[in-house]
């Protein structure tokens, strides 16, 4: 008998929201993952609780994204409900009421980035950053650790913990080289003050639930046992299943459930997935059943056949080569600042950015001042194919003396005209605070 | 003429209407041993010096099932399960005679492992040697596509007395709901043949030719002939009689309201939405079993006016138990009717009893005899109120699955109180001022059960599944499959639902004039393969909701 668990269930399929009819983010994309949950009945067991998601705030959104022009033009209603899924999913967790929650929710949000200027990926907010920054607001200050399971690196995850030593962020995905977005390779880390706090892990095609069970176990739960997290986030992902349309992957819901009770995530958020009849209701009652402690060794897909499905022993090879590199540059993930650094006080990374699913270009210049007692402030020049471009300086939680001092004058002396910036944007997450000028 | 009878646990009313209006009323004790003999015993003394032709038609509230399921009288039952992937079976097993077999459709109703015969039979032998007689056959999604239901049917044959087929029972999704109703079903199913058979051979020796129906826990009535097959439809039909009895005897059209049956020991609660009464959103839980069996959404608190007041570390607490009647009455405790009658709420019982009873309360409190019977009213009335507003509150945060329901959904906001019961005078106003609602005393509250189970209507569900691209239109409650054209549009679809709801309705017991239908689902999307629409996957749910027959008068007193 496995140790039964209470399990917070927010379920908002927004069965009246589609990107576009024929689009794989569309209305029915948890309907049958609906009937499924329903005939198991899984409502019922005393341990599962269903609650109603809350809105977000617009408040809640600018307390992590800098929105141009801003946030009420770049996201719809279904946005601040699947946000506000998430955030009543961990508002449960946090109040005792359940052991863990998962938000069965979408529009998914972890390729929105800090600046948005449109839908990338099917995402325009990063709901999991929305959640994990209203929990610090209401709740103090959590370490928090977000283990990305989608099939899809997490790029706008890890940009916007890109320079937060509180936040690890762990991505398994499908190799960049072979699949959207195309970045999450080992060498993305972290930036120069949150080294080792960005952790990819790229896996080859085809591979099977060996493989994702094997990096859990020798690579992801090593890091967070060192790391101490005070709350374990499963960006919950479904695409890596073996009968999704737009990957290459091949998890089963087994693997996806034997994956969330190794994991024990106190709060999982749905992103990807868009094999919605075949892959879908099995992988999320398989999820279900493994956060709330019940058994689910009979749940499987109706075409599911192991043998089929088993991966090559050149990816087993492979895989416990990846697995040994990035341990190992998480081992020495404190060696390398100088290195880097090279005394510079200052950092600065040039970027273009490409929102596919809006069809925009942005390029972006973000400077971070280095520091050793925070995350450093923040500043980012941004301008998009829209024409808008905007300026924005960004405070962050539990920033030193220094860095609010430096960023609040830095923000004092930017001259919105002579930078030919649309909008002058300060954001101070300790004073909660966001400022359009 | 219209005859509503309706056993309760201790009594049995009946009420003969003439024109919607009392003709007659009177009341038996129940004998619980045998429900059929008080039922005829009321009908024979009703009856007397009346006309048996006259009688159009004769409508039962009946306790039998629920009491065989709550008693634990009910037959051994063989369930035969066709459980797939999914849940364990562990989770799965109802009770010891449940035998899993293979073989299993997807949400989509589409066959993914055909049923193994041997299995079957094998499963069939194996209950059969164990001496059992009845059956309930169930698998998954069989509400999607019933044919593997159908199949274990035809091959456990004709050696068991009864078989209940799980998508007969409710077009909902709910595994492990649908074989608990399945296998009640089956285990009352002896009990109530042999009571229908009773109640047709009375009828028939009285020369009633009218129809004869029964109440449903949903509070609509089904032929009684019709009944049989699903005996368990009739299970918790008590609350259900209350609340239609409400709603033959007060106005309670249109508005939002709260409907309250206060007794000695509990005080029952129900919501009305627009008038009409609330429903469980997927089955009614009775014994532990939670079931697909239509019925209304009822709440029972442990505060009625017999319940004992104590002070506990300084505070009063009522109820949740009854030990005896009201001082007032001679009981031991004192209770809120004492209060009442301190009060001079109430001018019933001894009034002097009533307030030495009050008086220790009010002595632990240190409070003077009528500041305590204040507080003890007052908390009475609050402590119903509060279980009002948590109910209220439930039912306004049900998850919904759409952005527009979830941001302009309707709200459920009573403005009526209709309350009913013993103590009903003297709370009434008190309550309805608490709850901001105009508070409502039916006329003839004392037969309300009778009366509502006279004049309630049959009601009826049907749950509909189509897709286009396979051509396919199932309707679970019915049986039923066909094929439709892949140019069906919605509505096409609702108007073969609307003649199948109406065809069922009428099949039932239903008069033509009382086939009000609606809409209670109403979903639409496309089925798209690689990114081009295929077809349309269409779910509707239509059913003639619980009220009144037509023509039935409505009255009602503001105290």
């Known amino acids: 008998m496995k140790q039964l668990r209470k399990t917070g269930l927010v379920f908002f399929p927004a069965f009246d929201w589609a990107i576009s009819p024929t689009h794989p983010e569309r209305e029915e994309r948890l309907l049958y993952t609906q009937d499924q949950v329903f005939e198991e009945g899984l409502l019922d067991f005393e341990n599962i609780v269903e609650y109603k998601p809350g809105l977000a705030a617009v408040e809640d959104v600018n307390r992590i994204h800098i929105c141009v022009p801003d946030a009420k033009s770049v996201i719809t209603e279904s946005h601040l409900v699947s946000a506000g899924g998430a955030i009543t999913a961990a508002e449960k967790v946090l109040a005792g009421e359940v052991d863990n929650a998962f938000a069965l929710v979408r529009p998914p949000g972890h390729h929105a980035m800090r600046v948005v200027h449109g839908a990338r990926g099917f995402c325009n907010i990063n709901i999991e950053a ?287 005209a002579k930078l030919g910036a649309h909008y002058l944007i300060l954001q101070d997450r300790d004073r909660d605070e966001y400022i359009v000028r | 003429m219209i005859l509503g009878i309706d056993v309760g646990g201790t009594h049995t009313d009946a009420v003969l209407l003439e024109n919607f209006q009392v003709r007659k009323k009177t009341k038996v004790p129940t004998n619980q041993l045998r429900l059929v003999s008080s039922l005829i015993g009321v009908m024979d003394e009703i009856l007397r010096d009346e006309n048996p032709a006259a009688i159009e038609r004769v409508v039962f509230s009946t306790t039998l099932s629920t009491n065989a399921i709550v008693q634990g009288k009910t037959a051994r039952v063989g369930m035969i399960v066709a459980s797939g992937p999914g849940l364990a079976p562990e989770d799965l097993r109802v009770s010891e005679d449940t035998r899993f077999v293979s073989g299993y459709v997807s949400n989509r109703g589409i066959e993914v492992a055909p049923i193994k015969k041997g299995e079957v039979e094998a499963a069939a032998s194996d209950l059969k040697a164990s001496g059992i007689a009845h059956l309930g056959v169930v698998g998954k999604f069989s509400t999607r596509n019933p044919a593997h239901e159908n199949e274990i ?115 029952d609660i129900a919501l009305l939405a627009g008038g009409a009464p609330l429903l469980e959103p997927l089955g009614v839980t009775i014994e532990g079993h939670r079931t697909l069996i239509r019925g209304l959404k009822t709440r029972s608190i442990g505060l009625g006016g017999d319940s004992r007041v104590r002070v506990d570390g300084g505070k009063l607490v009522i109820g949740p138990r009854r030990e005896g009647p009201a001082a007032a009455f001679g009981g031991p405790w004192p209770t809120p009717t004492d209060a009442m009658i301190v009060l001079g709420l109430a001018q019933i019982g001894d009034a002097a009893k009533a307030e030495t009873a009050v008086l220790e309360t009010a002595g632990k409190l240190n409070l003077t005899v009528t500041q305590a019977a204040r507080a003890i009213f007052e908390k009475t009335c609050g402590d119903i109120a509060a279980a009002v507003g948590t109910m209220v509150e439930e039912v306004n945060n049900k998850p919904v699955y759409t952005i527009h329901e979830l941001l302009e959904g309707r709200k459920l906001s009573p403005s009526r109180l209709f309350i009913v019961g013993g103590p009903s005078a003297a709370v009434a106003c008190r309550l309805g001022e608490i709850l901001g609602c105009e508070a409502v005393i039916p006329r003839d509250a004392e037969v309300a059960n009778a009366f509502g189970a006279a004049l309630a209507r049959t009601t009826a569900e049907i749950t509909i599944l189509a897709e286009t691209e396979r051509g396919s239109l199932t309707i679970a409650e019915e049986g039923l499959q066909m094929k439709i054209p892949a140019h069906f549009t919605r509505r096409d679809i609702l108007r073969i639902g609307m003649e199948k709801l109406r065809e069922r309705a009428i099949r039932l017991g239903a008069r033509e004039s009382d086939i009000e239908t609606e809409i209670v689902e109403d979903q639409e999307f496309n089925m798209v393969r690689g990114f081009h629409t295929t077809g349309k996957n269409i779910r509707l749910k239509v059913q003639v909701k619980p009220g009144v027959i037509a023509g039935a008068g409505k009255g009602g007193v503001t105290p």
């Open chain 1, 130 to 416: 929305v959640m994990i920054e209203h929990l610090r607001r209401r709740h103090g200050h959590r370490r928090v650790a977000v283990i990305d399971t989608d099939c899809h690196h997490g790029d706008g995850t890890q940009d916007i913990y890109w320079h937060d030593p509180d936040t690890l962020y762990i991505s398994i995905h499908q190799d960049g080289r072979t699949l959207y977005p195309g970045s999450g390779f080992p060498d993305e880390f972290g930036g120069p003050n949150a080294l080792g706090t960005t952790i990819n892990i790229p896996l080859p095609p085809e591979t099977s639930d060996e493989g994702f069970l094997y990096v859990l176990e020798e690579l992801i739960l090593p890091i967070l046992g060192e790391f101490k997290p005070d709350l374990v986030i499963n960006s919950a992902g479904q695409d890596n299943h073996y009968t999704d349309p737009i990957t290459n992957m091949r998890f089963s819901a087994q693997g996806y459930a034997r994956l969330n009770e190794r994991l024990n995530p106190d709060i999982a958020v749905l992103e990807g997935g868009y094999s919605i009849e075949g892959a879908l209701p099995y992988v999320n009652v398989g999820i279900i059943l493994a956060m709330a402690g019940l058994d689910y060794s009979h749940v499987r897909e109706p075409d599911y056949n192991p043998e089929t499905i088993r991966q090559s022993d050149d990816i087993t090879r492979y895989i416990k080569g990846m697995t040994k590199d990035v341990l190992d540059l998480w081992k020495k993930r404190r060696t390398f600042k100088p290195e880097i650094v090279k005394g510079a006080r200052y950092a600065r990374r040039n970027r273009s950015i490409y929102y596919d699913t809006d069809g925009i270009r942005e390029q972006q210049e973000e400077t971070v001042r280095i520091c050793d007692d925070c995350g450093g402030f923040i500043a980012i020049d941004s301008m998009a194919s829209t024409g808008n471009r905007a300026y924005a300086v960004i405070i962050p939680g539990r920033s030193c003396d220094l860095c609010r001092l430096e960023g609040q004058r830095h923000y004092g002396s930017i001259d919105k």
């Open chain 2, 153 to 267: 049917g035809e091959l456990v044959g004709n050696g068991f007395g009864h078989v209940s087929f799980g998508h007969r029972l409710s077009g909902n999704l709910n595994f492990r709901r649908r074989i608990a109703t399945a296998f009640l079903n089956a285990s009352v199913f002896d009990l109530y043949q042999q009571f229908v058979g009773e109640i047709l051979e009375f009828a028939s020796r009285a020369g009633i030719a009218a129809p004869i129906y029964i109440l449903k826990a949903d509070g609509g009535t089904v032929e009684i002939r019709r009944s049989a097959e699903q005996p368990v439809q009739t299970i918790l039909s008590g609350p259900a009689a209350s609340v239609m009895g409400i709603l033959s005897l007060a106005d309670c059209s249109g508005a939002d309201g709260v409907i309250l049956d206060m007794g000695g020991t509990t005080t």
